[in-house]
């Protein structure tokens, strides 16, 4: 079996070397490799093929109306600065965002 082509492998073969792993034994900094790695595998994915990610039909009507709207008026939303402030206000005061 080849390590770097874990998507060829049965699921649960996959899931078995990724639980039998001691993924705690690695440093950090190793660690968050593996997770960028990770992403940036999943990403490369969706971009040649996006019907591989798996959406609810509720959340790709939104995503649409989201790119509808930025493609309408280029609203390219807030600040990082304004939206960690949001977020820290609201959890201070334990209110629920959603």
């Known amino acids: ?3 770097n082509n874990l998507s060829a492998t049965n699921s649960s073969v996959t899931t078995r070397l990724i639980a039998d792993f001691p993924l705690a034994d690695l440093p950090i900094a190793d660690r968050i490799r593996l997770v960028e790695d990770s992403w ?3 990403a ?3 971009a ?3 019907a591989s990610l798996p959406m609810a039909d509720a959340k ?3 995503l649409n ?3 509808e709207a930025y493609a309408t008026d280029g609203v390219k939303g ?4 304004e939206v960690i402030k949001d977020i820290r206000s609201h959890s ?3 209110k629920d965002r959603t």
């Open 92 to 94: 201070k005061h334990g």
């Open 40 to 42: 940036d595998s999943i």
């Open 78 to 81: 807030d600040l990082a600065d």
């Open 48 to 50: 040649t093929d996006s």
């Open 1 to 3: 079996m080849n390590p």
């Open 65 to 67: 109306r989201r790119l």
């Open 60 to 62: 790709k009507a939104e």
């Open 44 to 46: 490369t994915d969706i």
